[in-house]
């Protein structure tokens, strides 16, 4: 957790004492793309957005269909680990959806680089810090696509021993080629991807550690299966007592 909040700390402070850095890098891959022919950049870009669009999209509903049929018919064997489940649900609905597109990208009114003057558009540039600018929906800051690709992390935290080095860095390189291409086709600043990739990858260490690491919080998968278990039950329960004295 040191090294993330680390990282942010220091791209915080590098991009708010050098404001124009941003502009000046969307400025740099404006012009290299202006000289460069589509096919060299556009179609390995768009096949890596659209890899990160399917996994996320893919691995969320796996995740929420196995949380469902456990909650439905509790005794039932989940479709997915148990932990690898809540892990997954709780990164994806906190950072991408919630905490970056539904909070910050709705709220923060930085325009991003082509909304811009000076990158052809017609809004006045803001630095990261600036909440203030003239965008009102789907704003720069942060990237939800990086924040999402970042969060697939998640699933390769839960993986066995064996495998979870491997696919940890996988899935970091797969996660910044993303974050990379949104970059050079000034779709988002370099602070807008940094700051959605931390924000997913606070969230994958805080709640891989609450499931996997820490020993006061710490459980199998067996455990937390059947604490489900035990609250499904519980919930029907309540239920069928409810629409027992409504009836």
């Given at each position: ?5 680390t ?15 941003d502009?000046?890098?969307a ?18 870009i ?7 669009q399917v996994?996320?999209?893919?691995i ?46 709705e ?18 540039y ?5 909440a203030?600018?003239?965008c ?6 942060a ?21 979870s ?21 000034t ?21 891989h550690g ?13 455990e ?24």
């Open positions: 957790m040191g090294a993330i909040v990282m942010a700390a220091g791209v915080g402070i590098i991009f708010a004492g050098i404001p124009h850095l502009l000046d890098i400025i740099h891959f404006r012009d290299r793309l202006a000289e460069t022919p589509e096919s060299h950049w556009y179609g390995l768009a096949i890596t957005r659209g890899i990160n996994l996320t999209i893919a969320m509903t796996a995740a929420a269909a196995t949380l469902a049929f456990k909650l439905a018919m509790p005794r039932m064997p989940m479709l997915m680990p148990a932990r690898m489940t809540v892990l997954v649900l709780v990164t994806g609905l906190l950072g991408p959806i919630l905490l970056v597109n539904g909070i910050l990208k709220q923060w009114g930085r325009p991003r680089p082509g909304e811009t003057i000076e990158l052809g558009g017609t809004l006045p803001k630095p990261w810090w600036d203030s600018g003239e009102r929906s789907n704003c720069s800051f990237s939800g696509e990086a924040s999402s690709a970042f969060a697939l992390l998640a699933v390769a935290s839960a993986a066995p021993a064996p495998w080095g491997p696919a940890l860095v996988a899935t970091a390189a797969f996660a910044t080629s993303v974050s990379a291409g949104r970059v050079a086709t779709g988002h600043y370099v602070s807008d991807v940094v700051f959605g990739a931390l924000i997913s990858c606070l969230l994958v260490w805080s709640a609450f499931l996997y690491r820490w020993s006061a919080t710490r459980m199998s998968d067996a937390l299966e059947a604490w489900l278990q035990r609250l499904a039950e519980a919930g029907r329960r309540r239920t069928l007592a409810v629409v027992s004295r409504l009836s």
